[in-house]
């Protein structure tokens, strides 16, 4: 994660962003794509997902898959709605931990 941009656990703010690299070796895959969607489907907030110049619905595995996002490319993530910061901070954590997978020297 970069810029102190991950929200506060708790924040009642309705909107959350924060930016978090992958260091997985596998990069963004069908695996993390998947586990992406499994946390984002858990609350009821939007989530947008970007990598460079683009930018697709967080919730889509099919549309986060196209990102072709590698080890070492910075996600962002965007959401908005009831515990957006909660879900954002989620995603960071499950991206920082490397999906569960081996990580990246």
Known sequence: MTDGDRPAHGDSKREARATVSI?????????????????ALQFPCTLRAR?????VNGKSILE?????AGTGT??????VGEDADVLVNALVDLVSG???ETLAD
């Open 23 to 39: 260091v997985n070796l596998e990069g963004l895959h069908a695996r993390p794509c998947h586990a992406i969607v499994s946390t």
């Open 74 to 79: 910075k996600l962002k993530f965007h959401a």
């Open 64 to 68: 986060l898959m196209t990102l072709n």
């Open 51 to 55: 990598a460079g110049r683009h930018e």
């Open 98 to 100: 490397g999906f569960g």
